[in-house]
């Protein structure tokens, strides 16, 4: 009943920067936090970075002071500037969202395809 719609992942050098965007649509009464995690095979998927609809946001002790995030709540959409990217930041970039669906009582979390970003020489 969530879908979510991402974009601006890729493979770049050591240096360079990525935005990503997300959007979310479905059935949804409420989402109460946005944001983003990673993966890369063989580990935990570990959170990123997230924002409240209030505003209030979270970073990973990894990304602070490289990376920032941003939302649109009219549009349920969430973004993830990315700068000075490290060879450590490569991995797969799930959309992510703490919503409610019509019909149900209590909120869950929802999870994107995900986009492949890779930084390497």
């Known amino acids: 009943q969530v879908q979510f719609v991402e974009s601006g992942g890729g493979s770049v050098q050591p240096g360079d920067s990525l935005r990503l965007s997300c959007a979310a649509s479905?059935?949804?009464?409420?989402?109460?936090?946005m944001g983003w995690h990673r993966q890369v095979p063989g580990k935990d998927r570990e959170p990123v970075a997230s924002v409240t609809t209030g505003g209030e946001i979270k970073y990973a002790d990894s990304v602070k002071g490289r990376f920032t995030i941003s939302r649109d709540n009219a549009k349920n959409a969430v973004f993830l500037q990315m700068t000075n990217l490290k060879p450590e930041d490569t991995g797969v970039y799930y959309c992510s969202a703490i919503a409610t669906v019509v019909g149900a009582a209590f909120p869950r979390a929802y999870w994107g395809q995900g986009t492949q970003v890779t930084v390497s020489s």
């Open positions: 479905g059935s949804i009464t409420s989402i109460n936090v």
